[in-house]
């Protein structure tokens, strides 16, 4: 499914946050949401899966507004990888993921989808060992795996993640993006390192202070005019030789 933003601006506590933005996520993209702290990254995941309702125009989902969806309909078309989700620490690994089934159930309770979407999901994220544990007795990025293993049951056609690979070590920041690069879908990833969008994404939004500044893929975005104006720093650009993708070089900007 393909995601459209049109003319989108959001306001909360009387200030602007988002400023007329205007894409178009094609099915099957996988898309990597860059910017500062506070450019509006978070803000703006939120607003495409109605959690927040744009103060002007519109969310388009398989070409359908957010707003005139049912929550139930909505869950059936978009998984969230949050960084603050909210989950009840007192549930178990399996019941934390089970959750991500809930749009798939009838009134009476029955999942009709075939084999076990639950378990696969656990051992997808390489979470099954964990699976009769509290969520809160799991380190920072166990507890981020069991998170998107609920992502991954939930088995929507498009995912948005938000700093998905917060708590993570190298490794398992690889695992975690290949992992949603490899179902397929559309993806739509708010991340903090230059590098691994360049090696996962197709294409890349460049947020500032709200405004959407560039657009295209890593090659167009990742400069070191637009890194350097953005980010305040200064930027070499280089090609990682194990993987062929740009490599982001950055340092602090002579003074």
């Excluded at 103060?55 to 969230?80: F, H, K, N, Q």
């Excluded at 799991?138 to 049951?153: E, F, K, P």
Aim: some cysteine; overall charge negative; hydrophobic content about 45%.
């Amino acid at each position: 499914m393909s995601v459209t933003a049109q003319d989108v601006s959001v306001r909360l506590a009387g200030q602007m946050i988002l400023h007329d933005l205007n894409f178009e996520v094609p099915e099957g993209a996988m898309v990597g949401l860059l910017g500062p702290n506070g450019s509006g990254k978070s803000t703006l995941l939120r607003t495409l899966w109605h959690a927040l309702a744009p103060s002007a125009g519109a969310v388009l989902v398989d070409g359908d507004d957010v707003a005139g969806l049912s929550t139930r309909e909505l869950a059936r078309r978009i998984g969230v990888l949050m960084q603050d989700d909210g989950t009840d620490p007192r549930y178990t690994v399996r019941e934390v993921v089970e959750t991500g089934r809930l749009p798939h159930r009838s009134l009476l309770g029955a999942d009709d989808s075939p084999g076990d979407p639950v378990g696969a999901a656990l051992a997808e994220a390489g979470v099954a060992e964990f699976v009769g544990r509290r969520i809160d007795t799991l380190s920072g990025g166990q507890r981020q795996r069991v998170l998107a293993a609920r992502t991954l049951a939930q088995a929507t056609p498009v995912v948005l993640l938000d700093e998905p690979t917060n708590h993570l070590d190298l490794a398992a920041q690889l695992e975690l993006l290949e992992l949603f690069r490899r179902r397929g879908g559309t993806v739509i990833a708010a991340l903090h390192d230059l590098n691994l969008a360049a090696a996962y994404c197709n294409r890349l939004h460049l947020l500032d202070r709200g405004r959407l500044v560039a657009s295209g893929p890593p090659e167009q975005v990742l400069t070191p005019e637009l890194i350097g104006r953005v980010f305040g720093v200064a930027a070499a650009i280089t090609t990682n030789p194990l993987t062929g993708t740009r490599a982001v070089h950055i340092g602090s900007r002579p003074t």
